[in-house]
């Protein structure tokens, strides 16, 4: 299971950190993985990070202002946002995939959070 959350309403500009916990069968993800979904939009990849922490992916659009990161002790993976844009608001979903790399593939990976809500006001 996933469980994420941190999400909440923000300035422009302004910052914020998810955090997904991971629970079950953690002995099978290898990579974690943000995604996010606005209202009428296709889901989209916003995050990867490798098993080992040594690997990440980051589209264009929040390269520079997003990095995720991990806690291997606490299988917890987190997202940490800043300089925040209207234009990121969505759900944000955190997503655990048995592939090794990062992926941005969604169909890779097989297990998803509940989401949490991003809201960034102009």
């Known amino acids: 299971q996933l469980q994420a959350f941190g999400g909440g309403l923000v300035q422009a500009g302004g910052s914020l950190r998810l955090s997904c916990a991971a629970s079950?069968?953690?002995?099978?993800?290898?990579?974690l993985g943000w995604f996010r979904q606005a209202p009428g939009k296709e889901r989209e990849f916003v995050a990867a990070i490798s098993r080992s922490g040594a690997a990440t992916n980051y589209p264009d659009s929040v390269k520079g202002r997003f990095i995720i990161s991990k806690d291997s002790a606490k299988n917890t993976v987190y997202l940490q946002m800043t300089t925040l844009k209207p234009e990121d608001s969505a759900v944000y979903y955190c997503a655990a995939s048995s592939v090794a790399v990062p992926s941005s593939r969604w169909s890779q990976y097989n297990y998803w959070g509940q989401g949490t809500q991003v809201t960034v006001s102009s």
């Open positions: 079950g069968h953690t002995y099978s993800i290898y990579a």
